[in-house]
């Protein structure tokens, strides 16, 4: 990301994990993004600048504020609903003994607050991770190379579980407790996307698992630059 008035340019760091994966810590200027070992042996270059432009999209959108501020919402929700669980044991015990005692019904509603704000922070993540792949997409003009690391890191990832859970059948999370799209969800948009000219990228075999009807991304619209 080019410096200039009001932006910092990221580090980049290595970290040793086994599995391609990269992210993002940090803000202003120790803002760091870290990317495996693994990750910079199996992807290419092409797919690499996919990935870096995806966190570069985080940095330049603010996305990491956004997702500290809904964790401490969060927290203080907890806090809350904590002291409401205190709260209607307290009511019911005073029932008991026919003393005058707290609404129940709103006490209850403050209890299970947490799960809702847990669903809307995930909502909210997947809503980001999907508005940077495709910005990411619209950085590098090469939706095909993200997407094509997306295969990747989803193949690793399958590799991995079968070989520590060989005899275990494969686990599907719902999308609302998903923090990030599905994958294919996530190749399909960046394939609906204009694509380079490249003839070579077009006969990328990798990708041709993934050549289904193509579905509109369920985060909305893609965002200009």
Not at 47 to 61: K, S, T
Not at 173 to 195: C, G, K
């Amino acid at each position: 990301m080019p410096s200039g008035r009001g932006r910092t340019q990221p580090h980049l760091c290595w970290v040793a994990e086994r599995f391609p994966v990269a992210f993002t810590i940090g803000q202003g200027e120790a803002t760091t993004i870290a990317l495996s070992k693994a990750l910079a042996c199996e992807m290419t270059a092409r797919e690499i600048r996919g990935i870096v432009a995806h966190e570069i999209v985080h940095i330049r959108n603010g996305d990491l504020a956004v997702m500290q501020l809904a964790i401490v919402a969060g927290q203080l929700t907890r806090m809350v609903s904590q002291i409401a669980f205190l709260l209607v044991f307290y009511s019911i015990l005073l029932t008991t003994v026919s003393a005058p005692s707290f609404p129940v019904v709103p006490l209850l509603v403050l209890a299970v607050a947490p799960l809702g704000v847990g669903l809307l922070q995930l909502a909210l993540s997947r809503t980001r991770e999907g508005k940077a792949d495709l910005e990411a997409a619209e950085l590098t003009g090469d939706p095909r190379g993200l997407a094509s690391a997306l295969v990747k890191m989803r193949r690793r990832e399958q590799m991995l579980l079968r070989g520590r859970f060989p005899t275990t059948a494969r686990l599907r999370v719902w999308s609302l407790f998903r923090d990030h799209p599905a994958t294919e969800e996530r190749i399909q948009a960046l394939l609906a996307m204009p694509q380079p000219g490249d003839d070579s990228a077009a006969r990328d075999d990798l990708l041709e698992l993934y050549r289904k009807p193509q579905l509109p991304p369920r985060w909305g619209r893609r965002s200009s630059l």
